[in-house]
């Protein structure tokens, strides 16, 4: 298997294949489509950082609504088909966060012109609470719009969740290897994978965009996105 760096932010500067610099001191809040987010350059933990919310008016009201995964997101307009995503998330609980609110961030991948994505995301608050269900949903795959974690949780259960040791408010490493129908979440430099997929809903020929997502309740930081793709 051929690898190469196509498309890399770190530390604030667009990187070229090659790993240098291509002239842009800090990457452009243009160069992401934003869906039903807002995005700025930040510092967090010392740290330059892109920071995401959404806006209140967007929160699920479980009084009035069905809480399910939506298509909250900053992305990148790229054709990434297989290959590895690598970003480093950061999450807190908004003040005005809702109950449910569980820290979700993540990764959403192969994003095609209908709006269509996979996506990997995480539950931080899930991997601390005193409660083994709540526990084994620290990590979720979705892929939207069909397969929300609802259905697949009900159709599939435990196939598409596990546990992993999360936390908020603290930087952690993401890492998305995809293959075809297949892809492996890997945490924090670890070499077994945290979630293993083997049956990509939207099939192994879908492609397109890649970007940080996040649901109601949650301010997302994220720095160091990188993507390698499979020649």
Same mark, same amino acid.
């Given at each position: ?25 800090? $990457? ?33 009201? $479980? ?28 999450? =807190?609980?908004?003040?005005?966060? $809702?109950? #449910? @609110? ?16 996979? +996506? ?17 949903? +620290?990590?979720? #795959?979705?892929?939207?719009?069909? #397969? ?9 259960? =435990? ?10 408010? %603290? ?7 995809? +293959?075809? @129908?297949? @892809? ?38 994220? %720095? ?8």
């Amino acid at each position: 298997m051929s690898l190469i760096t196509s498309t890399s932010w770190s530390d604030g500067r667009l990187l070229a294949p090659d790993g240098h610099s291509m002239g842009a001191t800090d $990457p452009s809040v243009g160069d992401f489509v934003l869906s039903g987010v807002s995005l700025e350059r930040s510092i967090y933990q010392g740290v330059p950082a892109f920071k995401m919310t959404m806006p209140l008016e967007a929160v699920q009201d $479980p009084q009035t609504e069905k809480l399910t995964d939506r298509d909250f997101m900053a992305w990148l307009p790229l054709d990434f088909s297989d290959g590895a995503i690598d970003v480093e998330l950061a999450g =807190e609980l908004a003040p005005d966060a $809702p109950a #449910y @609110a569980r820290g979700f961030i993540g990764l959403s991948f192969r994003i095609d012109n209908e709006g269509r994505f996979e +996506s990997i995301y995480l539950r931080p608050t899930n991997s601390v609470a005193d409660d083994q269900v709540r526990r084994n949903h +620290s990590v979720q #795959y979705v892929a939207y719009p069909d #397969y929300r974690f609802d259905r697949l949780r009900r159709e599939f259960p =435990e196939k598409y969740e596990s546990y992993a040791e999360l936390d908020l408010e %603290r930087w952690i490493h993401m890492k998305i290897v995809v +293959s075809g @129908a297949r @892809a492996e979440l890997y945490l924090d430099g670890n070499q077994r994978p945290a979630l293993i997929v083997s049956d990509l809903k939207l099939g192994s020929d879908q492609h397109g965009g890649v970007g940080v997502w996040l649901e109601s309740g949650t301010v997302a930081y994220f %720095r160091n996105l990188k993507l390698t793709a499979e020649l």
